[in-house]
T-cell receptor, first 115, second 116 residues
Framework: EPEVTQTPSHQVTQMGQEVILRCVPISNHLYFYWYRQILGQKVEFLVSFYNNEISEKSEIFDDQFSVERPDGSNFTLKIRSTKLEDSAMYFC?????????????FGPGTRLTVL | AQTVTQSQPEMSVQEAETVTLSCTYDTSESNYYLFWYKQPPSRQMILVIRQEAYKQQNATENRFSVNFQKAAKSFSLKISDSQLGDTAMYFCAFMKSQTSGSRLTFGEGTQLTVNP
């Protein structure tokens, strides 16, 4: 069964460094998402992406964040200058279309630790 | 803005018994969807069941069913004949009915443990 994959599973970085989190969505899906979960808090929406453009972004998704689909398979989240508060589990998801009845399929997550 | 609340951080149930997980939400939207996602230990979130707000009939998927009370903004999940594999974190989630890039708004999660 097709699934969303994410690499790495755990990333440790120093404050101020740039990190790129990678995701491979399900191949025929058209919408891609990033969510994050700070330890002990809710899973929060960051951004949705379609046709090489951001569809929607949350208040969290500021200028420090960017997303890209650099080729036909990968979907990346870049954090330009990491802060301690960026430490979280980051989940990628994809869906066939963007409408609500289409299930979002989630990856296993990347745990980002900022020291 | 929408909010989703799960007031039970942890629950446990004996194998083969029935358990109900609670979820309440707040929204001014008239059209929306509600979901329960399951996240087993060290595994990705998977969709358990979804409910369209305009449907009065409660959704069911095998041993999983919901009690959707639109006026009360309540959306509980009932798991019948609990199995050890049901042990997981369960998230309730809300989504507006819109045409593109619909975001999910999650509750805090309920850790369910099924005991043998």
């Amino acid at each position: 069964e097709p699934e969303v994959t994410q690499t790495p599973s755990h990333q440790v970085t120093q404050m101020g460094q740039e990190v790129i989190l990678r995701c491979v969505p399900i191949s025929n899906h058209l919408y891609f998402y990033w969510y994050r979960q700070i330890l002990g808090q809710k899973v929060e929406f960051l951004v949705s992406f379609y046709n090489n453009e951001i569809s929607e972004k949350s208040e969290i998704f500021d200028d420090q964040f960017s997303v890209e689909r650099p080729d036909g398979s990968n979907f990346t989240l870049k954090i330009r200058s990491t802060k301690l508060e960026d430490s979280a589990m980051y989940f990628c998801a994809s869906s066939l279309t963007g409408v609500a009845y289409n299930e979002q399929f989630f990856g296993p997550g990347t745990r980002l630790t900022v020291l | 803005a929408q909010t989703v609340t799960q007031s039970q951080p942890e629950m446990s149930v004996q194998e083969a018994e029935t358990v109900t997980l609670s979820c309440t939400y707040d929204t001014s939207e008239s059209n929306y969807y509600l979901f329960w996602y399951k996240q087993p230990p060290s595994r990705q979130m998977i969709l358990v069941i979804r409910q369209e707000a305009y449907k009065q009939q409660n959704a069911t998927e095998n041993r999983f069913s919901v009690n959707f009370q639109k006026a009360a903004k309540s959306f509980s999940l009932k798991i019948s004949d609990s199995q050890l594999g049901d042990t997981a974190m369960y998230f309730c989630a809300f989504m507006k009915s819109q045409t593109s890039g619909s975001r999910l708004t999650f509750g805090e999660g309920t850790q369910l443990t099924v005991n043998p």
